[in-house]
């Protein structure tokens, strides 16, 4: 099992944020952080890195769900949703798996929660066009 859903579009790095952001509002996500890595490897080691930025999204209604059932699930959220430059004109987008991260945790019900965001994240990968 892959431990996240991808999908490629066709944009530069700066058009395809708002893009993904929008994706993921149209299926109740929030973006609650963001951190753009090509600016803290320079900023914190002098490293050179593509643009690179990840999204910390959150489905209120699902986290607190989630958060019902087992309280230590907090250490898994938000949901993390990279955006990186392949390379020019060319932006991958990749979405952690739910399903597949929270495997460790031995609860059935938060299980079929995590199927639920799996395919709430799907349906954003796949209106962006993957």
Do not use: W
């Not at 395809?16 to 994706?23: G, T």
């Not at 002098?46 to 959150?58: E, M, V």
């Not at 979405?95 to 019900?109: G, H, K, L, R, T």
């Amino acid at each position: 099992m892959s431990y996240y859903i991808s999908t490629h579009l066709h944009k530069g790095f700066d058009d395809a944020i708002p893009m993904v952001e929008q994706a993921l509002s149209e299926q109740g996500f929030g973006i609650v952080t963001r951190i753009d890595m090509q600016e803290t490897l320079k900023k914190k080691i002098g490293a050179d890195f593509r643009p690179y930025t990840i999204l910390g999204a959150c489905n209120p209604k699902a986290a607190h769900e989630a958060l019902q059932l087992e309280d230590k699930v907090g250490t898994m959220l938000p949901c993390n949703v990279i955006v990186q430059q392949v390379h020019n004109g060319l932006v991958e987008v990749a979405a952690i798996d739910p399903v597949a991260s929270m495997q460790a945790v031995e609860n059935p019900d938060l299980h079929e929660a995590a199927r639920d965001i799996r395919e709430k994240l799907a349906a954003a990968m796949s209106a962006l066009g993957g």
